[in-house]
């Protein structure tokens, strides 16, 4: 049996997943494939052992919760790329390949908690998922660990709900 055929949407999904500019943000209305979008724009990479990407909710039970990236990102794979996955405090999904999906929430976005929380981190790809749920301070620490040895270009990918009252 031949497997589905995942690919994004023509108009916004491809656009977004197929963006060359370091930063893109994408906004639309609830619904529209933005979550599912960001999930799929790490296909490009996935057969790279040194690629790892960092995808980050609010709060943790947006990540874990039925329906919620964790299991939409298990539904996109094929059972047959992905050789572990850990569903914890810092979810993660990795694939026979050696590439990584780190899946992890930053709910308290205090300047010392966030420094001593992520200092170190390097990923090359990082994508936002409800942009505007962050502090502008969180979205700039956040790509200072935009980075890694994967030997592609470092990307950051962020969506969300416009809101009038937003630093977006």
Known sequence: ??????????GFQEKFSKSSVDVCFGGGAAGCGKTFISLVASAYYVDNPEYRALYVRKNLDDLTAGGGMLDECKSIYPKEMISR???SDSPEVEFKSGARFVFTHMANESPKVLNERVKGWQYPAIFLDELTAYSFNTFTYLLSRNRGAAGIPPILRATMNPKKSCWV
């Open 1 to 10: 049996m031949a497997g589905k055929i995942i690919r994004p949407q023509k």
């Open 85 to 87: 996955v850990t569903i």
